[in-house]
């Protein structure tokens, strides 16, 4: 099945604790990584956890370690991609159209929003 958001798309926090309790509903994000096999996504800035890291000697002998914040993945069900129009979450669709190349026709699946109709450019 093709996953209807990918790497590089916006998209909005639909679940979760508000903003005001100290949650990310209604934030907005690029997707970093897509976890296929999880059915999750990474978004940058959003579910952000605290990570301990045991101090350890690289290559160098510089000794790494400590505390550092990073994007924790969050379920494929609790995002909605944001409509490149009106900047609000909607649902994803794909149609097929018959695209021309160097005089080669192929038929394409292409992404767009269903509430505005407008395509979801790919933003790798």
């Known amino acids: 099945m093709a996953s209807k958001i990918r790497k590089g798309d916006l998209v909005e926090v639909i ?5 005001e309790r100290g949650g990310d509903r209604g934030k907005q994000g690029r997707v970093i990584e897509v976890l296929t096999e999880s059915n999750r996504v990474v978004v940058e ?10 101090v350890g000697q690289s290559d160098r002998g510089s000794k790494e370690g400590g505390i550092e914040t990073v994007e924790a993945p ?4 609790n995002v909605a ?3 490149p129009e009106t900047k609000k979450p909607t649902r ?11 005089g080669v026709k192929k038929t394409v699946r292409v992404r767009y ?3 505005s109709g ?3 450019p790919n933003e790798h």
Do not use: Q, Y
């Not at 679940?15 to 903003?19: D, I, W």
């Not at 800035?45 to 045991?54: A, D, E, F, M």
């Not at 969050?74 to 069900?77: N, R």
């Not at 994803?92 to 160097?102: D, K, L, M, P, S």
């Open 74 to 77: 969050i379920h494929v069900s």
């Open 45 to 54: 800035g959003i579910n952000l956890v605290t990570k301990h890291n045991r």
């Open 118 to 120: 407008k395509d979801i």
């Open 113 to 115: 929003a269903k509430k």
């Open 92 to 102: 994803v669709g794909f149609r097929e159209e018959v695209v021309e190349r160097n």
């Open 15 to 19: 679940t979760g604790a508000s903003k």
């Open 81 to 83: 991609v944001v409509d």
